[in-house]
Every structure is written in structure tokens, then in C-alpha cells.
T-cell receptor, first 114, second 109 residues
Framework: NAGVTQTPKFRVLKTGQSMTLLCAQDMNHEYMYWYRQDPGMGLRLIHYSVGEGTTAKGEVPDGYNVSRLKKQNFLLGLESAAPSQTSVYFC?????????????FGPGTRLTVL | KQEVTQIPAALSVPEGENLVLNCSFTDSAIYNLQWFRQDPGKGLTSLLLIQSSQREQTSGRLNASLDKSSGRSTLYIAASQPGDSATYLCAVSGNQFYFGTGTSLTVIP
């Protein structure tokens, strides 16, 4: 079991460029999440998905789009990157949304927008 | 909006000491509370999950308690070791997940 993997690990973009972050999980989890982690602000939920073909907004969704075409993959897109999107991005998954379910995290993607 | 606070932000202790990390939250309508560990440059690893109906959970040298009515949780680490050095985060789940900013723990050999 690889668990939760993220691609790429590092990326540098110029303002206005676009990119897609890929998250994959091999645990057959229904729920998947995208967070960003910034110094002094903790992790904040960007978007999440409760199953294949579904997505929902989290706390800080502006400037990001997501897709969940396959159950095992959750993509995070930046259409026009801004310096404020410089951050470390984490993907996570959980079996369901039940209160007994733990979230499993990927290793993160460090994104710098110049 | 749920606010999660962790105090202290940083803590340094000698090896072998018992220690307590604190987490407080403003909205008691939660499904569960989780404690995570994060090593530098790494993702988060779940340590303990306490359901809203539970009072505490234990795993090895770790014990987490939850007082939902007062909006508080503590993580107790017994007989600390240098390998425990990491950042510890708590997170509460309600309609969404909300994380604290973490406590950076250093255990000095």
C-alpha cells in the first residue's frame, strides 16, 4: 500500500501560470481533501470530495478548482497562479465522513509562485 | 467559524519528562478530535482520534482527553524521548475540518 501520494513534490510557477496537482490513494477511500499549510495559520481546507464525481468548497476555495473523475484520484488546479498561493499543499483521504474515520495525509507539494 | 488554538506554540523538555500539550476550540458541535504529528518537511500522521462521545484515548505512551463542553483537549506524552521531537497538531471535525497551528516539541537528550 502506497497510501496517499502527491505529484509533484516541488514546483515553481510564475504569476499567471496554471498547473495541476495530483493526489492518488490506493485505500479505496470515499472522501478526499485538499489543504494548504501556511506559517502561523495552520492547515486550511480548500476543497473536498465525498465520492467519485462530487466536489465541495472548503474554507479557502477561491482561485482553485478540483475534479474527482476517478475514486482514487483528486486533482487540484490553479488556473492563474498568484504569489498568495505560495504554500505547502497537502492531500488527505478518509474511508468516509464518520466520526470514527482517520484522515491519511500525503507528503505534500511545496509550491512557490514568483 | 470554528477556531482552534494550541498553547504553547513551542516547548522544549529534557528527555524522560512527562508533558502535556493543549488544544482548545470554540464550537463544541464536533464529530471528533484528532491529534497528529508532523515531522519537518513531511505530511501529517494521525496519533489518536477521540469521538465526540468519548472522553479519552490511549496509544502507548500517548493519552488524549476530550472535554467537549469546555472546548478543550490535552495530549499527554509520558517519558518523552528525542524521537518525539516534532510538531503536534490537533484538528476538530464538524461540518468541516479545522486545524490548530501546532505545538513544536523538542526533547533534549
Amino acid at each position: 500500500n502506497a497510501g496517499v501520494t502527491q505529484t509533484p513534490k516541488f514546483r515553481v510557477l510564475k504569476t499567471g501560470q496554471s498547473m495541476t496537482l495530483l493526489c492518488a490513494q490506493d485505500m479505496n477511500h470515499e472522501y478526499m481533501y485538499w489543504y494548504r499549510q501556511d506559517p502561523g495559520m495552520g492547515l486550511r481546507l480548500i476543497h473536498y470530495s465525498v465520492g467519485e464525481g462530487t466536489t465541495a468548497k472548503g474554507e479557502v476555495p477561491d482561485g482553485y478548482n478540483v475534479s474527482r473523475l476517478k475514486k482514487q484520484n483528486f486533482l487540484l488546479g490553479l488556473e492563474s497562479a498568484a504569489p498568495s498561493q505560495t504554500s505547502v499543499y497537502f492531500c488527505a483521504s478518509s474511508l468516509s465522513g464518520r466520526n470514527t474515520d482517520t484522515q491519511y495525509f500525503g507528503p505534500g507539494t511545496r509550491l512557490t509562485v514568483l | 467559524k470554528q477556531e482552534v488554538t494550541q498553547i504553547p506554540a513551542a516547548l522544549s523538555v529534557p528527555e524522560g519528562e512527562n508533558l502535556v500539550l493543549n488544544c482548545s476550540f470554540t464550537d463544541s458541535a464536533i464529530y471528533n478530535l484528532q491529534w497528529f504529528r508532523q515531522d519537518p518537511g513531511k505530511g501529517l500522521t494521525s496519533l489518536l482520534l477521540i469521538q465526540s462521545s468519548q472522553r479519552e484515548q490511549t496509544s502507548g505512551r500517548l493519552n488524549a482527553s476530550l472535554d467537549k463542553s469546555s472546548g478543550r483537549s490535552t495530549l499527554y506524552i509520558a517519558a518523552s524521548q528525542p524521537g518525539d521531537s516534532a510538531t503536534y497538531l490537533c484538528a476538530v471535525s464538524g461540518n468541516q475540518f479545522y486545524f490548530g497551528t501546532g505545538t513544536s516539541l523538542t526533547v533534549i537528550p
